[in-house]
């Protein structure tokens, strides 16, 4: 029998791959931003990959470092992160491995949905850019209600979308803080997304599960 009656996934490096957006993101600021040309592409990009923090930052402070970095661009801190939230959205594209699977439990009826930080339009941009939209039960951005994770009231408000209890319902999300431990915090059991990464460093309790793809959870949700 499955473990679990229901599931919940964070988005951004869970069920899309954030990473690569980023990525295609910074070459593109690259190409369109001449004052950066004087250090080579690669270096330039490492360093604002290293800056980025995976997404877990203040992007005042991201585009202060880039302009202080490249004094020579001429937009303002506010225009690039105005810039930033289109632009990373446009870079999004579906993971079709990752949508399989979600196609699988939407067949087996199986309830789910997924709770995404971030900035609202950029966030349901990226849902539309990802497929998700014909697939998701539900999508909550917390942000729309004045909220992020880790609040508890989060994970509560997404249990209670699934119709299940929150003992039951599995959330599977990349980051230790946000995700593992704002679903603890309820009692939910976890699955941590590596995302590259090789170990658990987020301290105890552990996730319930590390995986590298959201496919090898399927038999712990279907029949």
Known sequence: MPRYAAVVFDMDDT???RADAFQRYLERFYREH??????PIQPALDLMTQWDCRGDNDKIEYFGKVKAE???LE???DVLIDQFWG????????DHSSNEVLGQLNQAGVPWGIVTNGQSKMQRRKTVR???IPLAPFILVPSEFGDQKPSPAVFIKAVEET???ASETLFVGDNPVTDIRGAQSIGMPTAWMKAGRTEWDGGTPEPDHQIDHIRELLPFLIK
């Open 15 to 17: 069920v899309i791959s």
């Open 34 to 39: 001449e004052a950066l040309h004087g250090t």
């Open 70 to 72: 490249w004094p020579g």
């Open 75 to 77: 937009e303002t801190i």
């Open 87 to 94: 632009l990373l959205a446009e870079e999004v594209e579906p």
């Open 130 to 132: 990802a497929g998700l």
């Open 163 to 165: 119709g299940s209890f």
